[in-house]
């Protein structure tokens, strides 16, 4: 391990100086806030993996130290060199005596202060907006979700086996294709990974794809992104029992894990952990589209054999403490690839995870059309182009076998661990109807 050094001190991340204490240290970060009194300046410095309390006082420090801090404006960057104090009222238990401070970049009239600011504001200032403590709570936890969901496959031996972005085939109906010109032929930016993954699981047995998906949502709703990450496993002999496994084991997995490592970030964005904890428990209910139509009978918005709405889907969702999974929706509202049910031939063999809380469908998957020219038909009846499913159609014609898969939204998953009333705030820069900048 290399250290980082500046005039021979060490360089120490505010989230480790708990492991540094009464050492001489060097921290290096942005002022996010100052307050002075009398001979006292009391700086909040964060540089990312925490935020730490510095108190600089008259007299106790040289003279160019002590106006430097005084004169710090929020957002400024400053070094600090101090000694690492254990401090029973701090919020990480350390605060920082400095031996000196220096501004390395000022900031003047930084746009986001501490008065309320509304989204189109924030929105607009998201480069900025990142930097606050609430926005790197939810980065870091998005940042544990990744290594989570890249460590959970490892273990289990699923091969990481992404897809292409640019694809000349449809994967989830042809309304929210985004259409880029490839070389002057016609293609689309991908809506899901899954059908190269099945081709891919083909060739590995277990395989992921994580990546991003991009749709022309044309809707403007807290739920839905036009690019947002999505992890899609695919695996070889998985019937729709094993997928649905594999799902509650994956977000318990992933719920456990954050709520282990992230607890300061959960804290920070007020989370209330208990509505969370029940998440790491496994078996999650599991209802059948009937049943779950059941449910909703009350509701009169909801048409028995439609697709559930997002008033419908929290509906479901509060009617359990953790996740809850339906399954065998009717076939006509579900995608071109997903098998019919050889019980009940119009209900497909597919699952959604439903988040509590009013988060919503979090997972979609399926056990997946093995027969040729059952796939065939279902291209046909969806109007999709057949030449472009040739290769599509081989992996049914060469040694196809029963195997299946889901596909768990990222920022979907995120958005209900941090309680974001928005996925907005749960990717870096989001990407919305009208909204492309920064
Ligand atoms: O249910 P979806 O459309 O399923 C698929 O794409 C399958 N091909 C996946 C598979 O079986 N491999 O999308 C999967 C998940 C949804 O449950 C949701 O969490 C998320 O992707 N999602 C979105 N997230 C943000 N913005 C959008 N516009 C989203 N559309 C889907
Ligand atoms: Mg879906």
């Not at 501004?103 to 607009?124: N, Q, R, W, Y």
């Not at 449910?295 to 809850?324: I, M, W």
């Amino acid at each position: 391990m290399t250290f980082q050094s500046y005039k021979g001190i060490r360089a120490v991340p505010i989230r480790r100086l708990g492991e540094h204490l009464d050492q001489e240290v060097l921290v290096q970060g942005w002022l996010a806030n100052i307050r002075s009194k009398g001979k006292l300046h009391f700086l909040q410095i964060r540089d990312g993996s925490g935020t730490v309390q510095a108190v600089v006082a008259k007299g106790a420090i040289d003279e160019a130290s002590f106006e430097a801090a005084g004169a710090l404006t929020q957002e400024a960057s400053v070094r600090i060199v101090g000694k690492a104090v254990a401090d029973e009222r701090a919020p990480t238990g350390v605060e920082l005596q400095p031996t000196l401070v220096e501004l390395v970049g000022p900031s003047v009239d930084f746009p986001i202060t501490k008065k309320e600011h509304g989204p189109a504001f924030l929105m607009e200032h998201r480069h900025l907006w990142l930097r606050s403590k609430k926005q790197t709570a939810i980065m870091r936890i998005r940042h544990e979700v990744i290594q989570a969901i890249r460590d959970f496959f490892y273990e289990r031996e699923f091969y990481c086996m992404d897809s292409p972005m640019f694809t000349p085939n449809a994967c989830e109906g042809t309304t929210t294709l985004f259409n880029v010109d490839y070389f002057g032929d016609p293609a689309y930016l991908t809506q899901s990974g899954q059908l190269y993954g099945e081709a891919s699981a083909m060739a590995l047995g277990k395989i992921y794809v994580f990546g991003p998906a991009f749709r022309a949502e044309k809707s403007k709703t807290k739920r839905h992104l036009t690019e947002f990450w999505m992890v899609e496993p695919e695996a070889a002999y998985y019937d729709l029992d094993d997928v649905m496994s594999l799902a509650e084991d994956f977000v318990s997995t992933i719920v456990g894990r954050v709520l282990e490592r992230r607890r300061t970030e959960l804290e920070d964005l007020e989370r209330d952990v208990s509505k969370l904890e029940p998440a790491t428990s496994t078996p999650y209910p599991r209802l059948s589209y009937l049943e779950a139509s059941k449910l909703l009978e009350k509701d009169p918005t909801f048409v028995q054999g439609d697709d559930f709405g997002a008033p419908h889907e929290t509906l479901l969702g509060d009617a359990h403490d953790r996740p809850v999974l339906v399954h065998r929706y009717p076939r006509k509202i579900k995608s071109f690839y997903m098998k019919a049910d050889p019980q009940a031939p119009d209900l497909a063999l597919c699952v959604d995870m439903i988040a509590p809380e009013g988060y919503g469908e979090i997972i979609g998957g399926s056990e997946r059309e093995d027969d040729l020219e059952v796939l065939q038909k279902r291209i046909e009846e969806h109007e999709l182009p057949m030449e472009q499913f040739q290769w599509y159609l081989d992996l049914r014609r060469f040694g196809s076998v029963p195997h299946g898969g889901f596909g768990l939204g990222l920022e979907r998953l995120v958005a209900w661990l941090t309680g974001a009333e928005h996925l907005r705030e749960c990717i870096p820069f989001p990407r919305m109807l009208y909204r492309i900048y920064p």
